[in-house]
């Protein structure tokens, strides 16, 4: 379901903890003389807020300390896995599953979000339609993108927002331990049906992608985009390598510097200036599952851009298709492959990147 | 098409009589580094015009009057009318560069991605697509145009197509990590033969093309080994191939030899001395070698004539007056000339940049 994608450029320590940054920060006052002697610099937890915070002309996102004075009034998601939730934890927050908000059933046209049983998980964790969430991970990285994706396709009627810099940007009240006792709700979705599209959806504009039809935008490694021939990029359970007829490729850890988004002015160059999406016009984002394209769905809304869509199914439906395959056809050569210097930080996901929230 | 030439396209003196059969007949010549179709008289090498024709043109074919051109740059191909009209024809993959005829369509290499393009050559649209292996290049037409084969320069297999059905059919592995270049079939459709240029070697495949299509049951997609009847080195870097009745010839252009074959890939002859020999012609009694890094054509019995310059694709033109005569496209020195075996070159004319596969029309 998830991509191999594995840039592991984590300048930000991946096993550093809130426990160890409250540390840094113990020794903060004596080294902070020192440092204003001009002998020393340490870095505090509130410089790492300072510099998660959000400005420019970006939505969605928040840093710390709007979190910090908002935080009586947002429901706090956090996307990690259980073992590091446990550890630490933004007080009161509540645990998504990933495979609760990536579920999938097959539709009309091929998979789709399984939004009854994504709706039920939300349900479980006490979410209601219209609170108003805000998400973390360890990073801003696809784990976290999807939960904030899963809430946009039920047609979640509250704002959904995403924490820059991730866990360990947050430096207020944290809990440990289990997890705090909510009561459930009956989460009523209002299906969002244009925040994805599908196989067949794409299978009838075969040829327009980046042209006269929707931008394209393929989020893996370039290695699996070209089907590059001994690749570890590539997928053994694919019967085909490379990418969808017309589809550009920027990998979509270039979303991501270290725990925090990129500088959303290289983004806009990115998206805007290199791979020339239009932000007025629908554009479609697919990877190897449903998790990683989401970090590139949640970048591009950010940046302001109007229609963005997520082709649920990803490659991996595309490619293994049993009928008509010249129907889906598949591309490995092309001259469109952006090149990003992206990293994804946070650790928390056993050494692989990818899916580290 | 074009009113008149969009470059200074000037021309050789002419060496030599074209005849009357050549009135009226255009040379046609997809230019792929300016993307345009560039015509000449065949009778006097005039320019005519040039007709933009989408990105990197390299091969064109005629159908219905019209002069179909593969534009290696885009998802479609463009038809030219004969009254100048332009259309595009969308294939919905990257990278058109081989045309096959069968079945009163055009069958298009997309050799970017995994499919044939089916085009009507008369409504002028895509009217489907055919699964193949990654990036189709050349497709051999089998006698009667019964099976379309197609080799794969990625999965190392020649698929079999069935035309009417649009359906691939049957797949015959050439071998691991095989780059199936070029692909042709005996003229008695019995036996193809595939080019495998990354092991420098050519294999024999058996047919299905004598079989009954009502009674014959449609091989398994899978690749299949069973087919191979046999196999052969060649010399380094093969990429073409040609077949007649009784031989099988394949040009090395990395070490500049030509293997000559029996139709069972017994090994017949090594002719040797050439530069970079891309294809074989036949022109009278004997066979003509195309040598894309020497500016002479050399017979396989050692006669040799000058050129313009080294020719990377030659056209025959065929005329009932004379023996073949050939259009050459000097690929890296932007021109095209019209060469007799016996005469020379004919006449010579520049060309907008990489002169490809030119057709006459």
């Known amino acids: ?357 | 098409m074009s009113d008149g030439p969009s470059r200074d396209l000037t021309r050789s003196p002419t060496r030599g009589s074209s005849g009357d059969s050549s009135r009226g007949r255009v040379v046609a010549v997809p230019c792929e580094g300016e993307d345009v179709l560039a015509l000449f008289a065949l009778a006097t090498g005039e320019p005519l015009g040039d007709v933009p024709v989408g990105s990197h043109p390299v091969h064109a074919t005629t159908r219905r009057g019209r002069t179909f051109v593969a534009t290696m740059g885009d998802r479609a191909v463009t038809a030219v009318d004969p009254n100048g009209e332009v259309t595009r024809i969308e294939t919905g993959v990257l990278g058109p560069s081989h045309f096959a005829a069968a079945n009163g369509e055009l069958f298009v290499s997309c050799s970017a991605g995994d499919a044939l393009a089916v085009i009507d050559p008369e409504s002028l649209a895509l009217v489907d697509r055919i699964a193949v292996g990654a990036e189709p290049h050349e497709v051999a037409v089998a006698p009667g145009g019964r099976r379309l084969y197609a080799g794969s320069r990625r999965d190392g297999v020649v698929d079999v197509v069935d035309p009417v059905a649009h359906e691939r059919i049957g797949s015959i592995g050439i071998g691991d990590g095989a780059r199936v270049q070029g692909v042709a079939v005996s003229p008695d459709g019995s036996r193809g033969y595939a080019v495998d240029q990354s092991s420098a070697r050519i294999v024999a495949f058996e047919t299905d093309t004598a079989a009954d299509p009502d009674t014959a049951p449609a091989p398994a997609p899978a690749p299949d080994p069973d087919p191979i009847l046999g196999a052969a080195a060649v010399g380094a870097d093969p990429y073409d191939l040609v077949v007649t009745a009784d031989r099988v010839f394949v040009p090395g252009r990395g070490d500049g030899v030509v293997h000559e074959f029996d139709r069972d890939l017994g090994l017949v002859a090594v002719h040797e001395g050439f530069a970079r020999p891309v294809d074989l012609f036949r022109i009278g009694d004997d066979w003509w070698v195309l040598d894309a890094a020497a500016g002479r054509l050399r017979s396989l019995a050692g006669a040799v004539v000058e050129t313009p310059a080294p020719g990377l694709v030659a056209t025959p033109v065929r005329e009932p007056t004379r023996s073949d005569r050939l259009v050459v496209s000097h690929y890296d020195d932007d021109r095209i000339s019209l060469v007799d075996v016996d005469d020379g070159a004919v006449w010579t004319a520049e060309t907008p940049a990489y002169p490809f596969g030119s057709v006459v029309v």
Not at chain 1, 8 to 22: M, Y
Not at chain 1, 163 to 175: C, I, K, P, S, T
């Open chain 1, 1 to 357: 379901m998830m991509s191999g994608n594995n840039s592991g450029d984590d300048r930000s320590e991946p096993d550093a903890t809130r426990r160890g940054l409250l540390r840094a920060a113990a020794g903060a006052t004596a080294v902070g003389a020192a440092s204003a002697a001009g002998c020393l610099a340490v870095t505090t937890p509130a410089d790492i807020a300072a510099e998660n915070e959000v400005s420019g002309n970006v939505d969605r996102l928040v840093g710390p300390g709007w979190l910090a004075d908002n935080r009586a009034d947002v429901v706090v998601l956090d996307a990690r896995d259980a073992d590091g939730f446990r550890r630490e934890r933004i007080y009161g927050a509540r645990r998504v599953p990933l495979d609760a908000v990536s579920a999938q059933v097959p539709g009309e046209g091929g998979l789709v979000p399984d939004t009854d049983a994504i709706a039920g998980a939300f349900g479980d964790l006490g979410v209601s339609p219209d609170d108003d969430v805000v998400v973390y991970g360890a990073s801003v990285g696809s784990r976290v993108t999807r939960v904030a994706f899963a809430l946009a396709a039920l047609g979640h009627a509250g704002d959904v927002r995403v924490l820059n810099g991730g866990f360990g940007g947050w430096n207020g009240r944290v809990g440990t331990g289990s997890r705090d006792r909510v009561s459930p709700v009956d989460y009523d979705p209002d299906t969002d049906a244009s925040a994805w599209v599908t196989r067949e959806w794409l299978a009838e504009r075969v040829g327009s992608f980046n042209g006269d039809g929707p931008g394209l935008v393929d989020t893996r490694v370039p290695e699996a985009y070209l089907g590059a021939a001994g690749s570890d990029a590539l997928d053994p359970d694919h019967d085909r390598h490379g990418h969808l007829p017309g589809a550009v490729n920027v990998d979509w850890t270039g979303n991501v510097s270290g725990r925090r988004m990129t500088d959303p002015g290289d983004l806009v160059r990115l998206y805007e200036v290199e791979a020339e999406l239009d932000r007025d016009s629908t554009v479609v984002v697919y990877g190897d599952g449903n998790v990683d394209p989401t970090s590139t769905w949640l970048t591009l809304t950010a940046l302001g851009f109007e229609d963005v869509r997520v082709y649920d199914g990803g490659f991996g439906e595309w490619t293994n298709v049993e009928d008509d395959r010249g129907r889906h056809p598949v591309e490995t050569a092309t001259n469109v492959v952006i090149e990003t210097d992206g990293s994804v930080g946070g650790g928390g996901g056993g050494g692989d990147f990818s899916c580290t929230g």
